[in-house]
């Protein structure tokens, strides 16, 4: 069967991977895909696409993503023998602020949450039923505690820092629009997509 080539910017626009949706039934995925190379009951594997699926019949999706997403490098990405990535320019060293600067969703109706979870920073765009998740490597706060950081920082500047720190880490598409990985596991800041982009010490990265 002939690999069938896919937009990566067409699903951060629209949540589907080409001929993958997130609304599908394991059937479905059987059809287009074929049977993983890792297959628990309710969770498959096709290279970095993971598959979430109710245990009931008929095994409706529950979500899939993109995982290590950070390791995106170069013109595409092989999921499986049927389907490749075209990544359109981004790889897994674009930035949030790259992603809001991409013309890829309005950025009043995206929102941004970042929230210290031990000695890591957190940050996810929600962006329709598309999460982005990045983790922040901490380094520069030095010994300082990463709650404490985010909590006594001016929001200007923790935002050109966390941005320019962050690292990609999974892409998510949800049935649903999506507002945050675990409502109440963390103390999430939210921010518009706009606010984001508009803080005043942003810095724009270029390097994608």
Known sequence: MK????????????????????????????EVLGMPEHADPDYWTFGKLEISFDVEPPSQMNWFQIEEAGYLKGELEVITDRL?????????KTKPSQFLDASLWAPDQVK???????????LNICA???????????????DQDAERYLNS???????????????LDSIYS???????????????????????????????????
């Open 3 to 30: 690999k069938q080539l896919v937009s990566f910017r067409d699903f951060l626009k629209t949540g589907s991977l080409g001929p993958i949706s997130p609304d599908m039934t394991m059937a479905e995925i059987v």
């Open 128 to 142: 329709g039923s598309i999460q982005i998740h990045f983790r922040v490597d901490t380094d520069f706060i030095g």
């Open 174 to 208: 949800y049935p649903y629009p999506k507002a945050e990985e675990v409502p109440g596991a963390f103390n999430w800041t939210p921010l518009s997509g706009t606010d984001y982009l508009n803080l005043p010490n942003r810095q724009k990265n270029t390097d994608k």
């Open 84 to 92: 490749a990535l075209s990544l359109d320019g981004f790889s897994g």
């Open 112 to 122: 941004i949450f970042y929230a210290a979870s031990g000695d890591d920073i957190l």
């Open 153 to 167: 920082s001016a929001i200007s500047q923790l935002v050109a820092e966390i941005d320019s720190h962050a690292v």
